[in-house]
């Protein structure tokens, strides 16, 4: 699916690491079950309106951080957050399941160290990856995040013209 060009490059990222991850047609066993297409974008939905296990990615709460750059361009790189979400709670998360949610985020992670295009954002020439929580109780007590039971952060860098400086204005 191709991505809306008239989109924020943060939006765009968003929107090409969620194609990305339902690429890799994530499957594990029963419990939990396969996560294949369920990868979503921006809201967190509540649990009963999605198949569980599922994937939401957002860029809600996180912000870009500009570093590196010259007079011609400059390196950004934009965060987006996913979380494995599951119907489980801390005190009945087998080891099977666990098993299963540690190697989504590790194949997941592992692609994204890997991936030197990203369709959709010509402006991207590299990713960073970070893990974050699993099973986390403080997170769990949110009612939106009470499912999440594994969690990761994909930057997307890339590289963007830089601003060109102010002309002086002649009197």
């Not at 929107?15 to 339902?22: D, G, P, T």
């Not at 690429?23 to 509540?46: C, D, E, M």
């Not at 540690?102 to 992670?109: C, E, F, P, V």
């Not at 969690?151 to 002086?168: G, N, R």
Request: hydrophobic share 40%; net charge negative.
């Amino acid at each position: 699916m191709p991505i809306d060009q008239s989109l924020t490059l943060h939006e765009r990222c968003l929107e090409a690491v969620v194609a990305e991850i339902i690429g890799l047609n994530l499957q594990g066993t029963s419990p939990p079950g396969n996560i294949g297409n369920q990868v979503f974008a921006r809201n967190i939905p509540p649990a009963q309106e999605k198949q569980m296990p599922c994937i939401v990615c957002t860029i809600d709460g996180e912000q870009e951080e500009e570093r590196d750059g010259n007079f011609e361009e400059i390196e950004v790189a934009y965060p987006v957050r996913g979380y494995i979400l599951d119907r489980t709670t801390l005190d009945n998360a087998d080891s099977k399941a666990r098993k299963a949610y540690l190697s989504w985020r590790r194949l997941i992670l592992n692609h994204f160290r890997r991936l030197q295009v990203l369709p959709g954002v010509a402006e991207f020439y590299n990713a960073e990856v970070s893990p974050r929580i699993i099973l986390d109780s403080d997170l769990a007590s949110r009612p939106a995040f009470q499912w999440a039971v594994s969690a990761f952060v994909i930057w997307c860098i890339t590289m963007e013209p830089a601003p060109k400086p102010a002309q002086p204005t002649s009197n």
